[in-house]
């Protein structure tokens, strides 16, 4: 006869097990591991839920178990899991869940020691249905455990391993209840029944028992009243005369796990490495109560952490609540005083799905381990709210920007940079990581270079009919007036008489096509004035019949009724304004120069490029001169969009405009016009990125971006208060979580569909 193999028919299967490093976050509590310990508890299969069939095999599962890890030297401390693989998911789960924020990373071993380390193993001193002392707000069995760290030397190595095997909790009841039957007949509860402090009690106990048995032998408890208290009660009132305590008492309903402790001690040093592991071993001194935990030497054991059972270990009966003391990570407190263990020093929170993928890449997110890339939204509609950056000098905001910038042209989308900083390193900088034929520049240098002074991109032609060239000689009015009261004088804007004044003439002007500069000969002599007047369109004049009225007061009449000069008293504030402008000598060459070789925004904006308007602080020595020449150039790309918009109706065909201001509280004018113009201007779709070194320099422009559901880059270095300003849009992440933020991190407030994305990312890199 052939033999038949077992195999073919019957397989055990053996768990395989995942090793987890467990990173620790000053955020972390232990007040629900015990929620760890009752998910291991689940874990039990009996023999029937073990065994499976499949078609004509039957398999059987064995058991499994889970274990927690700590491992220490001198200068670090780990914590590990190991789990079957077959529930790696809910125990991950419930690890998060006890554990909100740490990082969880799969590892492929855990530290081990030699077959010669010293190894102790703890058992109850007393029956298991004693408890040890539970106290969820408590530490102290992990603080005392990390006490031995000081005294370590270099080349220490201590373990201190927990081994949980699910068991079946049905004769547990019965155990407890035989263990408090003990105690009311004063019997001896030693876990240990061997040894002279079990003998001597047991004997005391003996006594007690023929005391009781002589006594009841006496008095005839038929015939005569017994005492109130046994003359063995008055001897030995129980050998256990302590009330128990609340955790013992609920240990009876508790659910158990077979618990296995292992202490292991390496070191050089032989003395070293035996008083490191009692050092250990009397650390769990500390959660004594009820029951305590008393350490025994094992003269020699093969340390493997993935069997079931460790040879040679006692094993006792713990309740999921006493494991809470086992299942421990540091929190501030432990993290600060050991600065040595490895921890997430902010909380990690995950990047929505959403903002996993887009154009524009801010960073790279680390979440429980996991790596993940977040960009800024990419929705239709979001993606063109406002940008804040938020860092010091030197934090990182240059080089975020050319990735940002980098990644929105290589998207077909436009970038403008406005830089009126020193010698405009910053849209250098921006420049040098782009080909060179994706770079416009304009820049303050020369004479040659200068572009007129002027909104060109609204010139009236012969095509326009009577409202679209009354509607562009407007609009370019507009944006003088802004700019004109951009520059500052005693008066913070233009009385509305002046303003008037300058209305007209700006229409009269623009309507036939004249430049800036002739708006202000207008206002200041009466013969050009009356020149462009007399060169109105003759369809224009009934539209512009008031405002020529308005003109015309300003001349000044002789006796005889001829037109000798100009009443310049009614336009002193404007007149100043001019001659402010004038003193700075780029801003006069500009405002002389035609505008006939300018380049037109409106066409520039729908190519995909850096378009980099340099006013350096060698053309522009004030911060007034550069606030003009950057409030004349962000109407001017304001104007650009709006005239677009009129071109192109359909939004979806509109290059997207990202325009970069970096210092933004330099020009306060041009602030206070993109405070103006800033919840309008996604639907240009233009995007505001701006920055500063705290939202405190941006006072007038500080509230409309959180009204325009603008988004924040705090980066490493910030101070408290930007945290205090977006505290609550912040929450859950603390002010100290902000202050801990390692260097090119940044703490993100991001907006997208769904609200607000709040997490932490390391800074794109600098492009090579």
């Not at 007034?624 to 359909?650: F, G, H, N, P, S």
């Amino acid at each position: 006869m052939n033999g038949i193999k077992l195999s073919k028919y019957f397989e055990i299967i053996h768990p395989e097990y995942v090793y987890l490093k467990l990173t620790p976050t000053y955020s972390v509590r232990n007040q629900s591991t015990d929620q760890i310990a009752k998910a291991i508890c689940s874990l039990y299969r009996n023999l029937a839920q073990s065994i499976h069939r499949y078609e004509k095999k039957i398999f059987y599962e064995a058991r499994s178990k889970v274990a927690y890890y700590i491992y220490i030297e001198k200068n670090k401390a780990e914590f590990y899991f190991i789990i079957p693989k077959a529930y790696l998911q809910l125990i991950k789960e419930k690890i998060q869940n006890a554990w909100k924020g740490i990082t969880i990373k799969e590892v492929d071993k855990v530290p081990m020691f030699s077959d010669k380390a010293t190894k102790y193993y703890l058992t109850y001193r007393k029956e298991d249905g004693l408890s040890l002392a539970v106290d969820k707000r408590a530490n102290t069995l992990l603080s005392s455990l990390l006490n031995v760290i000081p005294v370590m030397q270099e080349g220490d190595k201590i373990g201190i391993f927990y081994n949980f095997v699910p068991c079946s909790q049905i004769s547990w009841r019965a155990e407890y209840e035989k263990t408090m039957q003990k105690l009311k007949e004063g019997a001896p509860i030693d876990r240990q029944k061997t040894g002279f402090s079990y003998i001597l009690k047991m004997l005391f106990y003996i006594i007690v028992y023929i005391l009781e048995m002589v006594e009841n032998a006496i008095f005839d408890l038929t015939k005569t009243e017994k005492q109130e208290e046994s003359l063995s009660d008055l001897l030995f009132k129980r050998l256990n005369t302590t009330e128990l305590s609340l955790a013992t008492r609920k240990k009876k309903d508790a659910s158990i796990i077979n618990t296995q402790i292992l202490v292991l001690s390496e070191s050089k040093d032989k003395v070293q490495e035996n008083n490191n592991a009692r050092a250990i071993c009397s650390a769990f001194n500390r959660i004594s109560e009820d029951n305590e935990l008393m350490p025994k030497k094992i003269k020699k054991i093969d340390f493997k952490p993935n069997v079931l059972y460790l040879p040679s270990v006692e094993r006792i009966k713990t309740s999921t609540d006493e494991c809470q003391n086992f299942l421990q990570l540091p929190g501030r407190e432990l993290l600060e005083e050991h600065n040595c263990i490895e921890k997430i020093e902010t909380q990690e929170t995950e990047v929505p799905e959403e903002l996993q993928q887009g154009v524009m890449c801010i960073g790279e997110n680390i979440y429980r381990g996991k790596k993940q890339k977040a960009y800024l939204s990419n929705d239709f509609e979001y993606r063109n709210l406002t940008l804040v950056v938020i860092g010091p000098t030197r934090a990182g905001k240059t080089t975020l920007f050319q990735n940002l910038s980098k990644d929105a042209i290589d998207h077909g989308e436009c970038n403008i940079a406005l830089d009126f900083i020193a010698e405009c390193e910053f849209s250098n900088e921006l420049a040098e990581v782009l080909p060179k034929h994706k770079v416009l520049t304009i820049k303050y240098d020369g004479y040659d270079s200068l572009q007129g002074l002027g909104y060109n991109e609204v010139k009236i032609t012969e095509n326009d009919d009577i409202f679209t060239a009354y509607n562009k000689a407007k609009i370019q009015c507009n944006q003088l007036i802004t700019l004109v009261n951009s520059i500052n004088t005693d008066d913070k804007v233009l009385a509305p008489k002046m303003e008037r004044y300058l209305e007209s003439a700006g229409l009269v002007t623009f309507i036939s096509n004249g430049a800036i500069n002739d708006v202000f000969s207008v206002l200041q002599n009466h013969r050009i004035r009356h020149e462009y007047i007399d060169k109105i369109p003759t369809e224009q004049l009934n539209n512009l019949h008031e405002y020529i009225l308005n003109l015309k007061e300003l001349d000044e009449v002789d006796k005889e009724g001829y037109i000798v000069g100009t009443r310049l008293n009614l336009i002193t504030g404007i007149i100043d304004r001019l001659n402010k402008l004038k003193r700075n000598t780029f801003l006069e060459m500009s405002l002389k120069k035609n505008c006939d070789d300018n380049i037109n925004l409106v066409n520039e904006i729908q190519k995909p490029q850096l378009i980099r308007i340099q006013m350096p602080e060698s053309a522009f020595f004030t911060k007034e001169e550069r606030d003009i020449v950057c409030t004349y150039w962000i109407t001017k790309i304001w104007l650009a969009l709006q005239i677009r918009k009129m071109k192109i109706k359909d939004r979806s065909k509109h290059v997207k405009v990202n325009i970069f201001v970096d210092e933004l509280y330099q020009v306060e004018n041009t602030q206070r016009f993109i405070t103006d113009k800033l919840s309008q201007m996604a639907k240009f779709t233009a995007k505001m990125i701006i920055s500063c070194h705290y939202l405190g320099q941006i006072p007038i422009i500080r509230d409309e971006l959180k009204s325009a559901n603008s988004s924040y880059m705090l980066i490493s270095g910030c101070d408290k208060d930007n945290y205090k300003e977006l505290k609550d849009e912040l929450y859950p992440y603390t002010v100290e979580d902000l202050l801990n933020l390692k260097r090119f991190h940044s703490l993100n407030l991001i907006k997208y569909e769904k609200g607000y994305a709040k997490f932490i990312t390391k800074l794109p890199k600098p492009i090579k």
